[in-house]
């Protein structure tokens, strides 16, 4: 898949120059991000919940068990919306008006379900905690048939999908380019701090190098 | 208000002990934040935007521009979930089933209206610029009227309202401490990166200290 095909839903209305439907630009966002935001509706209220993901090709894994309530409504499936953006900058314009922030986000729409397959639902797991700290997983104890089982996974394809970008200098009015205050983009990065050990560390552990977290070092 | 009463709809159903209605630490976490994801629902279809936000005493007020969508339905309001999440750390324990992520999140449910008065708007808009940078609005360039008209605010009373709390080391299970690997928190921090000037600066602009975004320096 190349570019993907804006639906009605999907199609960016406001500022549609910022919009993206490039797959391999939209998998770059996904990639880079790990927190989605995911919306559902119960009873004509909807809900935004935070939670993980990962991609794993065409597909959104998706961490459910911080949405109980939408699990509950879960039999046949979902629609929702999950929409990850990453904010890159902060840009300061001369007028208050062209003052905006640089980001990229990633908009899916479509029906979630609940991964019942076993091998799946580790799959996803596995890619979960790798997505975040590379091989973790392989270090870390395994999951019981009673963890797996308190755990729960959504999948969302990737059909209906857009991104949207922004990015570089403030477009100011020709009229306000010479006011006489700093104008540009201060850039905004996510960045890991020291590792706090645990208290109960075991003496044969080693330490933490913060350089694995290679989108936050 | 020392408390906000949870809901029905409010009330964290999943881990409870997560749970903070304390109206504090609720303005603390708003405070820290600058986006929100912003959910509503058109043709049953839930749509999540990302978009700025700005708290007064105890009402949000919400850059509306990003949501051309949700604005065409907006005469008498609008229900709509907010939600604001910062994200403090990964918790990496023993067993992949325990790692998790230090996080503090505020859900606010509501009707959401269109802000019609110019002075209202107008302080709303000034809220959003001194929130990411102190004093910026009196250095800029005013709105004009057809800029005014050009922006859309929302305002949401926080009536409705939950946050989410985790902090604190990996749980891990007591069989597990003796496991060697390292387990603890990696801590993550917004961080503002080296100012990018405009190439049109004006020669009598001032530089910009990134120290005057303060949760970001």
Redesign the interface.
């Known amino acids: 898949m190349v570019t993907y095909q804006p639906s009605a ?1 999907t199609r960016v ?2 500022l549609p120059k910022r919009a993206v439907y490039d797959a391999a630009q939209v998998h770059a966002i996904l990639d880079e991000g790990f ?1 989605c ?5 119960v009873d ?7 939670t ?1 993901y990962v991609r794993a090709s065409e597909k959104l894994y998706i961490h459910g ?2 949405a ?2 939408m699990l509950r409504t879960l039999d046949q499936g979902i ?5 990850v ?1 990453l ?1 890159d ?2 840009v ?6 062209h ?1 905006s ?1 640089n ?1 990229r ?1 990633v ?1 899916v ?1 479509g029906t979630a379900r609940l991964v019942l397959d076993r091998e799946e639902k580790i799959d996803a ?2 890619r979960f ?1 790798n997505h ?2 590379p091989d ?2 392989d ?6 048939d009673p ?1 797996l089982k ?2 729960s996974v959504l999948v969302l394809p990737m059909e209906e999908v857009s991104a949207k970008v922004r990015t570089g ?2 477009i100011d009015d020709e009229e ?33 190098d ?1 350089k694995r ?1 290679t989108r ?1 070092s």
Chains 1, 2 share one sequence.
Do not use: K, N
């Not at 629609?79 to 929409?83: A, K, L, S, Y």
């Not at 300061?92 to 008006?97: D, G, P």
């Not at 270090?139 to 019981?144: F, G, H, L, M, Y």
């Open positions: 839903r209305t406001r927190l935001h995911i919306g559902f509706t004509e209220q909807p809900y935004v919940i935070p993980g068990s911080a109980s309530r629609q929702v919306c999950v929409t953006t904010v900058g902060f300061l314009a001369r007028s208050s008006f003052h922030v980001y986000s908009v729409l797991l596995r905690t975040i700290v973790r997983w270090e870390a104890r395994q999951p019981t963890e308190a755990t200098p403030p306000d380019y010479d006011i006489p205050i700093w104008a540009g983009v201060v850039p905004i990065h996510m960045r890991a701090g020291e590792p706090i050990p645990d208290d109960r560390l075991s003496p044969a552990a080693d330490g933490f913060i977290l936050f």
